[in-house]
């Protein structure tokens, strides 16, 4: 069985490594291996912890292709895809009143970190992602819209009060995207049992990088090279390779606090506003139409600020989440 942690100097590998096997079930998930010939720190990246966020495996994949160990100093590591299970059943995210589950189990691998190795599968599963993120200096977990979700490009970092802190909301401006999103354990996405909380509370600078519509289900290359590029600029930062880093013109703060916007009425949705537009309160943002094509509710932006997801279902419930949105901060000064 491939051992990702003794890959030697100037080596690169790719295998699988056992998560269960056993009567009932065989499950595997693939790590490939990057190792210079200098010595230096251990940057890893991880996709597919949602495994319909096609985007960030794509990206983790292919960077598995384009970085050699003569031109790297320290070691890079790729998890393409964490839940393989869920990724071959293409288990999507639904929305937000559940979470992209393991069918095995039913349970959010997102939720159970550091895991289990003895417990169900996707306990099983984020173990095995811990033995590897635990002994890294720096992790990136590559996002993006799911199934459901069309979603605005940013990098999130967690606070936790530490010094760490510090070092976390550098890589997220260093990563390069245009919006850095704070976080705090008090928030789903950054709570205890996810991965960027676990890491960072261990000591491992964590961030997640958000970039990717899911519900366009052949990834797009621009969103793609926004991990790609995000990476490299990581590598380069740490003087893990060398290179100038690419910046964004603009980048900046996203507020912390969420605005959902929900339908009123039930009937057939039409967005006007998409990800990333930028809205004045009371703008007019989507419309809901009953089958005559008749307008039966207008949604209005609550506040000034941006559109971080819009959630493209056709066919809508009262209550039903259509957007969440942002208000937008300074400058990150980088």
Not at 17 to 43: H, T
Not at 118 to 146: M, N, P
Request: aromatic share 10%.
């Amino acid at each position: 069985m491939f051992k990702p942690l003794e890959v030697k100097k100037g080596e690169k590998k790719f295998g699988y490594v056992e998560i269960v096997d056993n009567l009932a079930l065989s499950v595997k998930m693939p790590i490939g291996v990057v190792r210079g010939s200098e010595d230096g720190p251990k940057l890893l990246v991880t996709g597919g912890l949602y495994p319909t966020e096609y985007c960030g495996i794509e990206a983790a994949s292919r960077l598995y292709h384009m970085i050699g160990p003569d031109t790297l100093r320290g070691t890079f590591i790729t998890i393409p895809v964490i839940n393989m299970f869920s990724f071959q059943w293409r288990t999507k995210w639904v929305n937000l009143r559940s979470t992209s589950t393991t069918p095995y189990d039913g349970k959010n691998v997102n939720n159970v970190f550091p895991g289990d190795p003895r417990g169900t599968l996707s306990e099983r599963i984020a173990s095995k992602v811990w033995q590897t993120l635990k002994v890294c200096d720096y992790h990136v977990d590559f996002r993006g819209g799911d199934l459901p979700e069309s979603h605005l490009v940013h990098t999130i970092y967690l606070k936790i009060e530490d010094k760490i802190d510090k070092l976390c909301l550098e890589m997220a401006k260093v990563f390069g995207l245009e919006y850095v999103l704070p976080s705090t354990p008090d928030i789903g996405h950054t709570s205890t049992g996810t991965m960027i909380h676990s890491a960072v509370t261990k000591g491992v600078a964590s961030i997640i990088s958000e970039s990717g519509l899911g519900y366009r289900t052949q990834p797009h290359e621009e969103f793609i090279m926004n991990h790609v590029n995000g990476t490299f600029n990581l590598l380069k930062h740490f003087n893990m390779m060398e290179g100038e880093l690419k910046r964004p013109k603009n980048q900046k703060f996203l507020d912390m606090r969420w605005v959902g916007v929900s339908a009123r009425e039930a009937g057939v949705f039409h967005a006007i506003a998409d990800y990333g537009d930028l809205l004045k309160e009371n703008m007019t943002i989507g419309k809901i139409t009953d089958l005559t094509g008749s307008v039966i509710e207008e949604i209005k932006s609550p506040i000034d600020g941006i559109v971080h997801t819009m959630y493209p279902a056709r066919l809508v419930f009262p209550g039903d989440r259509l957007y969440t949105l942002l208000r937008i901060n300074d400058k990150t000064g980088w």
